[in-house]
């Protein structure tokens, strides 16, 4: 049987050589996204924030009072805090390592699991440190406990020699990290930026009232005009408080006291404070857990909008006004500035980078933490709280008024019909804002659905190539369903009837695969809007997508090409000799992560986009349009003799590649 199995895969040249165990701190190189969220400047600066993190929780669990941050240079950082000391002893599961050497080279190695060494911690997977080690040229770890110095370095992970004593530390205790990004996976030039790293240390000292962090920076990483200082203690006594006031010095508000509190349930802490700010005036809702910042919110961010909506509705219904019961938390959070903190035991969070956090039990305990107390601030001041109430009646009342609106004007574009069932529409209503993409097939349609916008974006899938509307007849053309729902998606009437006006997005953007047969399909969809809608396109509303052919990456460099030639073009002069260059072709969109679709092709930051134009109808453009019906009629009409005769004449013009 052995030999049977071997004989069959060795005859397709894949065996068990091809299959790959990655050991130790491989994975974490190999595949650094998975841990970090990327190579880009966010998650350079993520390892900064795992090993500050590592000093937090000791501060937070009251075993230091002070942490070092020190940008040496601006590739080198060295964090260090004067709590208890990593254990320096051997690992009772390999005794011929010490217990930091684990921490530093084991993933899912830590004091964090089981809740005895942190009551709460912002370290949960007992990877932080193993990763930036990874992660990093060189790292050096020194450790002072029972009045001596240890010490170990590693490079790229790997160790250097074991955990040393290297001297006697009689005044000082805790751990110190200094380290250097890897360049093989961040680029060479990969830079800690100042600005973010000293924003961060704020941001922890605000969060934590008892821990003092003192920020150092070589002077000359600094611009004259950077509001970055070279030194700075930042300790502030009054935690989000002193946050929210630092916040919003310059900004306008309605109320003159915020609403801020510290409680603590059951050993767990919350701390928050809010403020309404003036007309105007954009808002922020900054939230943290166990000191680790989640941009991305969740459920104790639910908790508190739950919170204060209720108490203010509850507020309105002892007061006899109805009104109160309509209001939502959009309507009670809008323009606000609010900070939330919390700690919890054994918080959960979204992926390894804790943008999010999804522990199911922080809605409830925010809820009753905050409720409350909002109802018992409300109350001291019986003015204050009719102003706020009235002012999220007015926007309720308001945004209720413009979804009747909406509504009337969605039903008067959709003609009283349903929206085709593979629309997956986005959530706004304002054309200034909304696109909605044209993409080839559902397996295409499932990647763009997931890598976009839901706000502003909407896709709808088409089965392959639509009809040529050039060579079909009016009945055919009135027939097909494709075609309908396309106009329906739109929300207009093909031919004369159409109007501008009627549109129900912004922007359609034609997005189909980097090769002949997505060409094609594309041609198909613009001789449909030539034909049946020029106004869309004279409007400036129609777009083809550039999706990429090819992705290409050396080390932590990505680089994307449309074709070959520009493949060709990065190779020689997009990255430097030293290493191999990996090359991979996109079958399809439909073959492309999400996340990549997001970054090459939808999102308005990094996509590119060709606008699709047409000569005016006036006097002077009148030549130019009649050659573009002329071209349309000859490529895509009837007479197959014109198209040949086009494509004679034209040889010279093109580069065909042709696969023998």
């Not at 104790?300 to 108490?311: L, M, P, V, Y």
């Not at 929206?419 to 993409?439: Q, R, S, Y």
């Not at 020689?572 to 996109?586: A, T």
């Not at 003799?641 to 590649?657: K, N, P, Q, S, W």
């Amino acid at each position: 049987m052995a030999d049977l199995f071997g004989a069959a895969a060795s005859a397709d040249g894949y065996d068990a050589a091809n299959i790959e165990v990655l050991e130790g701190l491989e994975p974490v190189r190999h595949r650094p996204g998975m841990y970090i969220g990327g190579t880009d400047e966010r998650a350079l600066h993520h390892l900064a924030a795992e090993i500050l993190d590592n000093s937090m929780d000791e501060a937070v669990a009251g075993h230091a009072s002070f942490i070092d941050v020190h940008l040496e240079s601006a590739t080198r950082l060295t964090i260090r805090d004067n709590g208890r000391g990593m254990p320096v002893g051997a690992h009772p599961k390999f005794p011929e390592k010490s217990a930091v050497e684990v921490i530093f080279t084991q993933l899912h190695a830590g004091g964090k699991f089981s809740g005895k060494a942190y009551a709460t911690s912002g370290g949960l997977h007992g990877v932080g440190a193993s990763v930036v080690n990874a992660l990093s040229t060189e790292l050096h770890v020194e450790i002072a406990r029972d009045k001596k110095l240890f010490g170990q370095s590693f490079a790229r992970g790997i160790p250097q020699g074991p955990l040393a004593e290297i001297g006697g530390a009689p005044n000082r205790r805790g751990t110190s990290v200094t380290f250097s990004p890897d360049p093989q996976i961040f680029g060479d030039g990969a830079r800690f930026k100042p600005a973010i790293l000293h924003r961060m240390a704020r941001s922890k000292a605000y969060l934590f009232a008892g821990v003092e962090i003192r920020w150092k920076c070589d002077p000359s990483l600094l611009a004259n005009d950077d509001p970055v200082p070279a030194e700075a203690t930042l300790h502030y006594p009054g935690g989000l408080s002193d946050y929210l006031n630092d916040a919003t010095a310059n900004r306008s508000l309605l109320v003159s006291t915020p609403f801020a509190a510290q409680v603590e349930l059951d050993g767990q802490k919350f701390e928050w404070a809010i403020t309404w700010l003036g007309a105007g005036e954009d808002g922020f809702f900054h939230s943290y857990c166990n000191t680790v910042p989640t941009p991305s919110g969740g459920t104790h961010e639910a908790g508190f909008r739950q919170a204060i909506t209720r108490a203010l509705r509850s507020f309105g219904d002892l007061a006899g006004n109805k009104k109160a019961a309509d209001i939502t938390a959009d309507d009670v959070f809008a323009g606000t500035a609010v900070m939330l903190s919390v700690f919890l035991r054994d918080p959960q969070f979204q992926g390894q980078t804790k943008d999010k956090l999804v522990s199911t039990d922080a809605t409830k305990l925010v809820e009753q933490a905050a409720r409350d107390r909002f109802e018992q601030w409300l109350s001291a001041d019986a003015g204050r709280a009719t102003f706020l109430l009235d002012a999220a009646i007015e926007r309720a009342e308001d945004r209720k008024r413009r979804k009747k609106e909406r509504e009337v004007a969605r039903k008067s574009a959709t003609r009283r019909l349903r929206l085709p069932g593979k629309l997956a529409d986005c959530t706004a209503n304002d054309t200034e804002v909304t696109e909605l993409f044209l993409v080839e097939g559902d397996s295409a349609g499932g990647s763009a659905k997931q890598a976009r916008d839901r706000k502003t974006q909407a896709v709808l899938p088409l089965r392959g190539k639509i009809l040529n509307v050039a060579s079909a007849t009016t009945e055919k053309l009135g027939a097909n369903q494709e075609l309908s729902d396309l106009a329906l998606a739109l929300g207009v009437r093909p031919g004369k009837d159409f109007r501008v006006d009627d549109l129900r997005y912004g922007r359609i953007i034609i997005m189909t695969d980097a090769d002949v047969d997505g060409a094609h399909i594309a041609a198909l969809l613009m001789t449909y809007f030539y034909r049946e809608m020029p106004a869309l396109i004279e409007a400036g509303r129609l777009f083809l997508a550039q999706p990429p052919l090819y992705r290409m990456t050396q080390g932590g460099k990505t680089l994307y090409a449309l074709d070959d030639a520009q493949r060709e073009d990065l190779a020689e002069n997009g990255f430097d000799k030293r290493g191999k260059i990996e090359i991979s072709r996109f079958k399809g969109l439909g073959e492309m992560p999400p996340s990549q679709l997001r970054e090459t092709t939808m999102n308005h930051e990094t996509r590119r986009l060709l606008k699709v134009d047409l000569p005016r109808r006036d006097m002077e453009g009148a030549d130019a349009r009649r050659e573009v019906d002329q071209l349309v009629n000859t490529l895509m009409g009837k007479k197959a003799e014109l198209r040949f005769g086009y494509i004679r004449d034209h040889a010279d013009d093109v580069m065909a590649d042709l696969d023998v």
